[in-house]
């Protein structure tokens, strides 16, 4: 096992400390290391074999991990881990926020503990960033799902994932007079679409908001960005009311983020919004369409009902941790003592 990185500062002027990832004896041979940004590619291609493994087809696209390791407040020394079989990357896991975490294992290095050492190191990284509740996605009926349920882990919500048939269209939806999508011109175009989008996510995610530059790590900053993918309705004000985010990669598009304004649904926005991402996106190389939904939004109905159909289930699973006496401390204001 390789000696951990020194812990960089959290904002209070603390040591971070780092946490060493205790794999067993099965894992034998394997060394582990924190990671860097100069894994993002051996990442990508361990998601990846485990997507193709479990699911029968890869989500995974290297811009996705870049963007998500781009946000500010995510330190991949102190809260991402790789093991390595001599130097080839075979499993990860990273925390974000105390909360959120993504674990992999190379299906042909699973039954050796790797699995069950990543997830006793998840709890401890959220325990030590002051989290209350670690739990991470993973594919329902995998290796993973049945370990996370092995060790006490508990479903929070199911997500699946959609596709429109081959050859199929959504039928169009007209939009009342005066609305119409169009691109982002500006800064202040942009900030009213990432207002919008937390706005609508929080009324059924429990978490804290967003800030705009994390919102933007993984939509305008991510790579390959360019303005055609972020599609905004506006009403006849031209203020935005709805938004929707489209990727294209292999061929696909998949539209990452969908939302209206609360005030402005009943009115068919969305689904014009879903057709005309997809629309775009076939001009720029998207034959397949796609998109997510999870039971929090009570939207799969919906996709449904206009001809989508499912492709893949997932399942979040989560466990309690007690946030550490120095998270805790670390968090107070001063003078809260």
């Known amino acids: 096992m390789t000696a951990p990185s020194p812990a960089p500062a959290d904002p209070t002027g603390a040591r971070v400390p780092v946490e060493a990832l205790h794999l067993p004896a099965t894992a034998g041979g394997l060394t ?3 990671l860097s940004a100069r894994d993002a590619t ?5 998601m990846a074999a485990c997507e193709l493994h479990d699911v029968g087809e890869v989500l995974i696209e290297e811009a996705d991990i870049v963007g998500d390791w781009q946000r500010p407040g995510f330190d991949l020394a102190t809260q991402g881990v790789g093991v390595l079989d001599d130097g080839r990357l075979v499993a990860y896991a990273e925390v974000f926020k105390g909360r959120w975490a993504d674990a992999a294992v190379h299906p042909d290095h699973r039954g050796r503990g790797i699995g069950t050492a990543l997830s006793d190191w998840t709890r401890r990284v959220g325990a030590r960033d002051g989290g209350h509740v670690v739990g991470q996605p993973v594919p329902g009926g995998s290796a993973g799902e049945r370990l996370l349920e092995a060790l006490g882990y508990r479903v929070l919500w ?3 994932v959609l596709e429109l048939p081959a050859g199929q269209a959504i039928e169009p939806q007209p939009v009342p007079e005066g609305y119409r999508i169009r691109e982002p011109r500006d800064q202040a175009d942009l900030e009213a679409t990432w207002t919008v ?3 609508a996510f929080l009324e059924w995610s429990e978490r804290e908001r967003a800030s705009f530059e994390e919102w933007s ?5 991510r790579p390959g960005y360019e303005p055609w993918q972020l599609r905004l309705m506006v009403d006849p004000a031209d203020a935005v009311v709805g938004m929707a985010f489209v990727v294209v990669s292999s061929g696909c598009a998949y539209v990452d983020k969908l939302a209206v304004r609360r005030d402005e649904r009943g009115k068919g926005l969305a689904r014009a919004l879903l057709v005309d991402a997809f629309e775009v996106a076939r001009a720029h190389g998207g034959e397949r369409s796609e998109l997510s939904t999870d039971s929090r939004t009570g939207a799969l109905g919906l996709y449904e009902k206009v001809g989508m159909q499912v492709t893949s289930v997932w399942r979040h699973w989560a466990a309690d ?5 120095a998270s805790t401390t670390a968090a107070e204001p001063a003078g809260a003592r």
């Open 32 to 34: 582990t290391r924190p």
């Open 42 to 46: 051996d990442v990508t291609a361990l």
């Open 158 to 160: 199911t997500s699946w």
């Open 197 to 199: 989008n937390e706005d």
């Open 217 to 221: 790590a993984t939509v305008t900053r």
């Open 321 to 325: 941790v007690t946030p550490s006496p």
